[in-house]
């Protein structure tokens, strides 16, 4: 199989999934007799390429899902329900993706599980994967995923979730994508470009919903530069602007707009407000960094997190002087992950260099993504030079 043969597999994994779970199938099952199709598909598509992929993969999954049936005594009344297989040809168009992934964020569901269930099924993550971004083992995700498939079951397609949870899942998608190793980014957007659409401005949580799209494309907007041509990472000051999709930031602003005129202030909004600064901002030095902290404190409000509180430590050190950075990051958890790296860089800014370095290296140990570790193993590397 081909890389693009892998990304359409996994585009059309949550439509066949869908298309099951409307057409009668419980969750858990349907989503096994997909993953077994895309095993087959795997098999096949190299020597016999499909005239209409998604259609073969729900004809291969409805008679996975039948076989599965027919042999479980225990579900002969299913079986009665589904036992006049649908003709083969072209699926359905209709996309169902946005419906699983209310399915996935129903309120039996702890939050932890419906976002390790959506990553899963619908966004198209491997169990390894997700384990890596909660920081657990892989076994324990793979029963928490087995215990939620478990839970929504029975549940019918059309029965709501949680929409805060839902813009959870789609925010922690899209970071997947934005940095991890499967492109998710774009489907984020459309998904949540979609949800925005569904639900509408009246909602209580439309301006929350508008304001993680735009905050989706004012940092989709800096991709095209956050990287060097060797892959490593390019830190924000040093990004070249001119690289920056200048209409999705145009947009992104618009969306943010109208959305905080609606006086409905949440946390995305804040988090797209900062971005806003940033995107606004001619060059690096001229980034507006009190309207940012004072941003960082509404976020402080609004969340009470020791991420930002984190982010914001290093946003006084930009406004205020790195000593001032440094006062705000002694009150946050130093368990946290970037916090070292956070420390080297206010001491960096203050003038230590032998302190900075020996943090950039640690915080270099104790990175998880390869390209984190690389550049902050050259942030260590280059000051030990300047000693």
């Given at each position: 199989m081909t890389s693009v043969?892998?990304?359409?597999?996994?585009?059309?994994?949550?439509?066949?999934?869908?298309?099951?779970?409307?057409?009668?199938?419980?969750?858990?099952?349907?989503?096994?007799?997909?993953?077994?199709?895309?095993?087959?598909?795997?098999?096949?598509?190299?020597?016999?390429?499909?005239?209409?992929?998604?259609?073969?993969?729900?004809?291969t999954a409805w008679r996975r899902f039948l076989d599965a049936t027919r042999a479980d005594a225990a579900r002969r009344r299913r079986e009665d329900r589904v036992d006049e297989e649908p003709e083969p040809g072209t699926a359905s168009g209709a996309d169902d993706t946005l419906q699983l992934y209310f399915l996935c964020a129903h309120p039996s569901l702890t939050p932890s599980s419906a976002v390790a269930l959506t990553l899963r099924a619908v966004g198209g993550l491997t169990t390894r994967q997700i384990a890596q971004a909660y920081l657990v083992p892989e076994p324990t995700m793979a029963q928490r995923i087995s215990r939620a498939k478990r839970t929504v079951a029975a549940v019918r397609l059309d029965q709501p979730g949680d929409v805060a949870t839902v813009l959870r899942v789609l925010y922690l998608v899209f970071n997947e994508g934005y940095s991890g190793e499967v492109d998710l980014a774009d489907e984020a957007i459309r998904l949540t470009r979609q949800l925005a659409a569904a639900i509408g401005t009246d909602h209580e949580l439309g301006s929350e919903t508008a304001g993680l799209l735009a905050l989706m494309l004012l940092h989709h907007a800096r991709r095209a530069a956050r990287t060097a041509a060797d892959g490593s990472l390019v830190p924000l000051a040093e990004q070249d602007r001119s690289r920056w999709d200048t209409a999705a930031i145009a947009e992104g602003v618009e969306i943010l707009q109208a959305a905080l005129a609606r006086d409905r202030l949440g946390e995305f909004q804040a988090q797209a407000a900062i971005a806003a600064l940033h995107a606004d901002a001619p060059t690096a030095a001229e980034t507006d960094w009190v309207?940012?902290?004072?941003?960082?404190?509404?976020?402080?409000?609004?969340?009470?997190?020791?991420?930002?509180?984190?982010?914001?430590?290093?946003?006084?050190?930009?406004?205020?002087?790195?000593?001032?950075?440094?006062?705000?990051?002694a009150t946050v958890d130093d368990s946290l992950p970037r916090h070292t790296a956070a420390a080297a860089y206010l001491h960096e800014r203050d003038g230590d260099l032998a302190t900075a370095a020996r943090l950039y290296a640690e915080a270099a140990r104790q990175a998880t993504n390869l390209a984190e570790r690389d550049h902050l193993t050259r942030q260590a590397a280059r000051l030990n030079t300047l000693r």
């Amino acid at each position: 199989m081909t890389s693009v043969d892998e990304v359409l597999l996994r585009s059309l994994t949550p439509r066949v999934l869908g298309i099951l779970v409307r057409r009668g199938a419980d969750f858990a099952a349907a989503e096994d007799a997909v993953q077994d199709a895309l095993i087959d598909a795997l098999r096949v598509w190299p020597v016999e390429p499909p005239r209409d992929p998604q259609g073969w993969l729900v004809t291969t999954a409805w008679r996975r899902f039948l076989d599965a049936t027919r042999a479980d005594a225990a579900r002969r009344r299913r079986e009665d329900r589904v036992d006049e297989e649908p003709e083969p040809g072209t699926a359905s168009g209709a996309d169902d993706t946005l419906q699983l992934y209310f399915l996935c964020a129903h309120p039996s569901l702890t939050p932890s599980s419906a976002v390790a269930l959506t990553l899963r099924a619908v966004g198209g993550l491997t169990t390894r994967q997700i384990a890596q971004a909660y920081l657990v083992p892989e076994p324990t995700m793979a029963q928490r995923i087995s215990r939620a498939k478990r839970t929504v079951a029975a549940v019918r397609l059309d029965q709501p979730g949680d929409v805060a949870t839902v813009l959870r899942v789609l925010y922690l998608v899209f970071n997947e994508g934005y940095s991890g190793e499967v492109d998710l980014a774009d489907e984020a957007i459309r998904l949540t470009r979609q949800l925005a659409a569904a639900i509408g401005t009246d909602h209580e949580l439309g301006s929350e919903t508008a304001g993680l799209l735009a905050l989706m494309l004012l940092h989709h907007a800096r991709r095209a530069a956050r990287t060097a041509a060797d892959g490593s990472l390019v830190p924000l000051a040093e990004q070249d602007r001119s690289r920056w999709d200048t209409a999705a930031i145009a947009e992104g602003v618009e969306i943010l707009q109208a959305a905080l005129a609606r006086d409905r202030l949440g946390e995305f909004q804040a988090q797209a407000a900062i971005a806003a600064l940033h995107a606004d901002a001619p060059t690096a030095a001229e980034t507006d960094w009190v309207q940012i902290v004072e941003w960082y404190d509404e976020l402080v409000r609004l969340t009470d997190s020791p991420v930002v509180r984190l982010n914001r430590a290093v946003a006084v050190g930009e406004a205020d002087g790195p000593r001032a950075g440094l006062a705000a990051l002694a009150t946050v958890d130093d368990s946290l992950p970037r916090h070292t790296a956070a420390a080297a860089y206010l001491h960096e800014r203050d003038g230590d260099l032998a302190t900075a370095a020996r943090l950039y290296a640690e915080a270099a140990r104790q990175a998880t993504n390869l390209a984190e570790r690389d550049h902050l193993t050259r942030q260590a590397a280059r000051l030990n030079t300047l000693r």
